[in-house]
């Protein structure tokens, strides 16, 4: 007799488990009847450990439910359910679960299966979705007698509405959980191959076998794969989107760059991509500020990261002035607190869009709050320079509004970080910073002093205000003129785009419309993106013309080599692998990875 009615993760054996009297719906019914695994196999099960591991990473990246914080339990039984979620907010596997996911050498394949496993589960969770509940109600209501096949064929002719509702459902939670397993980390592309997919492994492994097609409740396996790669592909089409975002943001354009990280969230809703857009629109605040509130803009300068190749240039200040009254540059800072808080929420290890809040949150006059979160992070992280230097000005400007004297414990920390990293340009500015405002010049022109001499300083804004307080005269550049790499041949900036595509096909380009935060109330809403990705070269237009030319190549030279042929650059973007070296006023930049130069991209001088 094929099992029908054995729902998603859930083993024939279901009847069996019903209890007369206890509810099934919460966790404690399941571990009261079977007992807590984790705490009687800790010790010998070093899966255990790996699994609480992986489902607090997926359980940051995944939607969360609004009454109930999820929780993991495995229980001491291979009879029960491999997978369960229940509306107690709890999620129950048991010792199958992970026999199924880790056999085999490769413990990360198993923290992958597992990943997806527990995504689907919390997919359901967040949904509402607790069909295995159905099955239990129609168990109590039918008795234990009836087999499964005449239940699921009771399920099929009684409701077959519920019963394609129920399989959107599981299609839903199938399309989510290798979703939040990718956010948290994981990768998920190789059990969705045709050849040899985790869908039909868990299935025969649970003893559910080919017969789950039948399932009146749940889609055919096949159908299930395809959903699955379906939505991996809408993933992988849209990388372009954060691609551009990147470069975007790099050449100084945040509003665009915003757009691109908006639209790619569409699909791709995780940490890096929110902290991006934060990013963006801190930005974009502190180019108001700049303009309209210069010594708020130039007195200490906060660290932040831009996520995945690039870091945001380190220029976050705040001032005495009244700059929050200003509502454009309010409405920003409050964006970029509300993005970071999304990014934060989705990765409990992730300390670089922790640091990003800080500095939003220190702009926003919230010292306390800046506070906690940079002693958070160092409490994990005693050594991160970024928390140290945000945590310092928090400390003091927080003294300040509460008329405490904590200006000695802000500059013992930042004498600390400088002494653990002397080429620090935060902590350099910000010790002659403090220097200056208690009124020690002397000691504020040594540090200054040292800043201006940094090797990888770049000649930006902060640079030229330095250097006019200690030279008394306005910083020029070196007469000589370097001329920046030239352009590929067949390409320039400002020109139709159509032609480029005409020349190179169709089909290595790819179209996407954005839609502009910024500019709602206009006719300038919606913004065209096109990327033409062919060979070592990607182009990025906007509304029909050519915005950013980006030419890749072997990294065989190294920065040193490459550097002193242009100068100074304006501006210094640091990535995971290394660094953008952006030169603003000549219209390009230098891309170095492991010190190693990879790419020049050009764009409109003096963006």
Avoid at 19 to 39: E, F, S, V
Wanted: hydrophobic share 35%; aromatic share 12%; glycine share 6%.
């Amino acid at each position: 007799m094929k099992k029908a009615l054995v729902l998603l993760l859930i083993l024939p054996v279901l009847n069996n488990l019903y209890g007369d009297k206890d509810n099934k719906d919460y966790t404690q019914w399941w571990i009261y009847n079977h007992g807590d695994y984790a705490k009687t196999a800790e010790k010998n099960d070093p899966r255990v450990i790996r699994a609480f591991e992986v489902f607090e990473q997926v359980k940051n990246a995944a939607d969360k439910p609004t009454d109930r914080a999820p929780r993991l339990f495995i229980i001491k039984t291979r009879l029960g359910p491999c997978a369960l979620s229940l509306p107690d907010g709890g999620i129950i596997i048991n010792p199958k679960t992970l026999d199924i996911c880790y056999h085999g050498e490769d413990k990360a394949k198993g923290d992958s299966r597992l990943a997806f496993i527990l995504g689907h589960e919390l997919a359901h969770l967040a949904n509402k979705d607790f069909i295995h509940r159905q099955a239990f109600l129609a168990l109590k209501e039918y008795g234990d007698k009836k087999a499964n096949k005449e239940l699921a064929e009771y399920f099929r002719l009684s409701d077959p509405e519920k019963a394609r509702e129920f399989k959107k459902r599981e299609l839903l939670a199938d399309q989510k959980g290798a979703l939040y397993a990718v956010m948290a980390g994981y990768d998920v592309g190789e059990l969705f191959r045709k050849e040899n997919d985790f869908l039909t492994h868990w299935a025969k492994q649970t003893g559910i076998g080919m017969s789950y097609d039948d399932d009146p409740n749940h889609p055919a396996l096949e159908k299930r794969l395809q959903f699955v790669q379906v939505q991996q592909k809408e993933v992988s089409n849209r990388l372009e989107l954060f691609k551009a975002g990147v470069l975007l943001f790099q050449m100084g354009n945040y509003r665009d760059a915003a757009a691109a990280f908006h639209e790619f969230s569409k699909v791709y809703p995780a940490r890096e991509v929110f902290n991006n857009i934060g990013a963006c629109y801190f930005n974009l605040a502190q180019g108001l500020l700049h303009f309209r509130y210069s010594e708020d803009y130039y007195r200490f300068r906060l660290s932040t990261t831009i996520a995945y190749e690039t870091t945001a240039e380190k220029m976050h200040p705040r001032g005495e002035g009244d700059y929050l009254k200003d509502k454009e540059i309010s409405r920003y800072l409050t964006k970029a607190e509300e993005y970071f808080q999304a990014a934060v929420s989705r990765d409990r290890h992730d300390r670089d869009s922790r640091c990003n809040l800080a500095a939003a949150l220190i702009l926003n006059k919230k010292y306390a709050e800046a506070l906690a979160v940079c002693t958070a992070v160092l409490e994990k992280y005693p050594n991160d320079i970024k928390a140290v230097n945000n945590k310092a000005i928090a400390f003091y400007l927080y003294g300040k509004e509460e008329d405490l004297e904590t200006t000695p414990k802000a500059m013992y920390l930042l004498q600390e970080a400088h002494q653990t990293n002397p080429g620090n340009a935060e902590i350099l500015y910000n010790l002659a910073t403090l220097k200056q405002e208690r009124e020690r010049l002397a000691g504020a022109k040594v540090y200054w002093e040292k800043y201006l001499k940094l090797p990888a300083i770049p000649v930006d804004n902060y640079y030229k205000y330095v250097y006019k307080k200690l030279r008394k005269e306005t910083f020029q550049a070196p007469v000589k003129e370097v001329q920046p790499p030239p352009i590929p041949a067949g390409f320039r900036l400002g020109e139709d785009f159509s032609r480029i595509g005409k020349k190179w096909g169709k089909e290595s380009i790819q179209a996407y419309k954005l839609g502009n935060e910024e500019n709602k109330e206009s006719e300038n809403w919606y913004l065209d993106l096109q990327v033409l990705v062919k060979d070592n070269m990607r182009l990025i237009a906007l509304d029909g013309m050519i915005e950013l030319v980006e030419q890749e190549f072997p990294g065989d030279k190294s920065v040193k080599e490459i550097l002193p042929l242009f100068g100074l650059p304006q501006k210094i973007v640091n990535h995971t692998g290394g660094n953008f070296y952006v030169y603003k006023d000549k219209g390009f930049s230098v891309k170095e990875i492991k010190n190693k130069v990879c790419s020049y991209t050009w764009f409109e001088k003096g963006f």
